[in-house]
């Protein structure tokens, strides 16, 4: 199992979710709204130029825990939906997940996912 987070633009997030549809085995996400700072952002604070501490970028984070099999096609998904070309995009980060449990039925494992 893996899971899939990924920081977006918050305008994108129904072209992303819309082409997530299509994702059969797809069995869930759960979506945050989220605030903070890139490279960019980052890089100013080091020169010492001044940023307000409060001025944050507002993206939307979409986290999927899904089956090894789908984090091709999803990523994919993800990265063509939620592309601009602009700068700060976003990021996907993919992650091993050791276990899952579902609580109503206590599955564990792929079968909870």
């Given at each position: 199992?893996?899971?899939?987070?990924?920081?977006?633009?918050?305008?994108?997030?129904?072209?992303?979710?819309?082409?997530?549809?299509?994702?059969?085995?797809?069995?869930?996400?759960?979506?945050?709204?989220?605030?903070?700072?890139?490279?960019s952002r980052a890089k100013k604070a080091f020169k010492g130029i001044d940023c307000d501490p409060v001025d944050?970028?507002?993206?939307?984070?979409?986290?999927?825990?899904?089956?090894?099999?789908?984090?091709?096609?999803?990523?994919?998904?993800?990265?063509?939906?939620?592309?601009?070309?602009?700068?700060?995009?976003?990021?996907?980060?993919?992650?091993?997940i050791e276990n899952a449990i579902r609580i109503e039925s206590g599955e564990e494992g792929d079968k909870a996912?």
């Amino acid at each position: 199992m893996k899971e899939i987070k990924a920081y977006i633009k918050k305008h994108k997030l129904s072209d992303v979710t819309l082409a997530l549809h299509h994702v059969g085995e797809l069995t869930g996400m759960s979506i945050v709204d989220v605030r903070g700072f890139g490279r960019s952002r980052a890089k100013k604070a080091f020169k010492g130029i001044d940023c307000d501490p409060v001025d944050y970028e507002r993206y939307t984070k979409i986290e999927i825990v899904c089956h090894d099999n789908l984090v091709g096609e999803i990523v994919a998904i993800i990265k063509k939906e939620a592309h601009t070309g602009l700068k700060g995009d976003g990021k996907i980060y993919i992650s091993n997940i050791e276990n899952a449990i579902r609580i109503e039925s206590g599955e564990e494992g792929d079968k909870a996912v």
